[in-house]
């Protein structure tokens, strides 16, 4: 028995402007599809580009950042209902809403989509408690980058990716690189806090590799090598 959790950043299902990128979309269930899997498949879509333009509309409201983060959630679960109904029969066809649906749902044997819980955390940590919870063997963790980097990407040239790292050393970047923001509706890192502290004391194996381009995913979900991620383990 091998149980996965594999997170897709909600931004993963958009285009540049912001439309829903249908094929990514159909082309991500179909690498489910195409075998027989000897264990529970649970998947976690966050919010994307969408949830935080609600958020940011929020935010302008004055609400509170705990009512911004049930937008993210909401549209987190919207974009949940998005993938089961590409999935058609190979879903469950609820979106769980806590991990005490989740393992309702789980009596079904299907693949199962689910988006956030609860306030004041990321999608991320959603997906480090649902493997901490069906006790996975992995969980992946599917973003823009090709993993985790010594700084960040999008702003530094000459990042480097890191191919492995500790919960230590994680633990250090998260500290030296979050600022003020990274706990705010909409602005939770590929590792928060939250997700830090169950990863600790759950011991899961965790693998951040692009969604980008499903073709290295695809790979990597066949048994293949030679795929570029960053690969988080307790040693
Ligand atoms: P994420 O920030 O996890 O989405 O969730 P994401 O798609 O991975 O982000 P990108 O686009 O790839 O960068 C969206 C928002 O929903 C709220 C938070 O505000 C979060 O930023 N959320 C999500 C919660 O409050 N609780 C949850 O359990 C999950």
Same mark, same amino acid.
């Given at each position: 028995?091998?149980?996965?959790?594999? *997170?897709?950043?909600?931004?993963?299902?958009?285009?540049?402007?912001?439309?829903?990128?249908?094929? *990514?979309?159909?082309? #991500?269930?179909?690498?489910?599809?195409?075998? @027989?899997?000897? +264990?529970?498949?649970?998947?976690?879509?966050?919010? +994307? *580009?969408?949830?935080?333009?609600?958020?940011?509309?929020?935010?302008? #409201?004055?609400?509170? @950042?705990?009512?911004?983060?049930?937008? +993210?959630?909401?549209?987190?679960?919207?974009?949940?209902?998005?993938?089961?109904?590409?999935?058609?029969?190979?879903?469950?066809?609820?979106?769980?809403?806590?991990?005490?649906?989740?393992?309702?749902?789980?009596?079904?044997?299907?693949?199962?989509?689910?988006? +956030?819980?609860?306030?004041?955390?990321? %999608?991320?940590?959603? =997906?480090?408690?649902?493997?901490? #919870?069906?006790?996975?063997?992995?969980?992946? /963790?599917?973003?823009?980058? *090709?993993?985790?980097?010594?700084?960040?990407?999008?702003?530094?040239?000459?990042?480097?990716?890191?191919? %492995?790292?500790?919960?230590?050393?994680?633990?250090?970047? $998260?500290?030296?690189?979050?600022?003020?923001?990274?706990?705010?509706?909409?602005?939770?890192?590929?590792?928060? =806090?939250?997700?830090?502290?169950?990863?600790?004391?759950?011991? $899961?194996?965790?693998? /951040?590799?692009?969604?980008?381009?499903?073709?290295? #995913?695809?790979?990597?979900?066949?048994?293949?090598?030679?795929?570029?991620?960053?690969?988080?383990?307790?040693?």
């Amino acid at each position: 028995m091998k149980n996965t959790v594999i *997170k897709i950043g909600g931004s993963l299902l958009f285009t540049d402007d912001k439309e829903i990128d249908k094929k *990514k979309i159909h082309n #991500f269930c179909q690498i489910f599809k195409k075998m @027989e899997y000897p +264990g529970s498949i649970v998947i976690v879509c966050g919010g +994307g *580009k969408i949830a935080r333009e609600y958020i940011n509309a929020v935010r302008s #409201f004055h609400g509170s @950042e705990a009512l911004c983060d049930t937008f +993210g959630i909401y549209l987190s679960r919207l974009n949940s209902k998005l993938l089961i109904s590409s999935f058609q029969d190979f879903a469950y066809p609820l979106v769980p809403k806590s991990i005490e649906e989740l393992s309702i749902a789980l009596l079904f044997g299907k693949i199962i989509v689910m988006g +956030g819980l609860q306030p004041g955390q990321s %999608t991320t940590s959603v =997906a480090l408690e649902v493997a901490e #919870f069906i006790k996975a063997n992995e969980l992946v /963790i599917l973003t823009d980058v *090709k993993g985790i980097y010594d700084k960040d990407p999008k702003k530094f040239e000459d990042a480097k990716l890191l191919k %492995t790292l500790t919960y230590e050393k994680l633990q250090k970047l $998260i500290l030296n690189s979050s600022g003020d923001k990274q706990a705010a509706a909409g602005e939770y890192r590929i590792f928060d =806090a939250v997700s830090l502290q169950i990863l600790k004391r759950s011991n $899961i194996d965790v693998r /951040i590799m692009s969604g980008e381009d499903l073709k290295e #995913f695809e790979k990597y979900w066949n048994g293949e090598e030679n795929i570029s991620y960053t690969i988080i383990t307790n040693e």
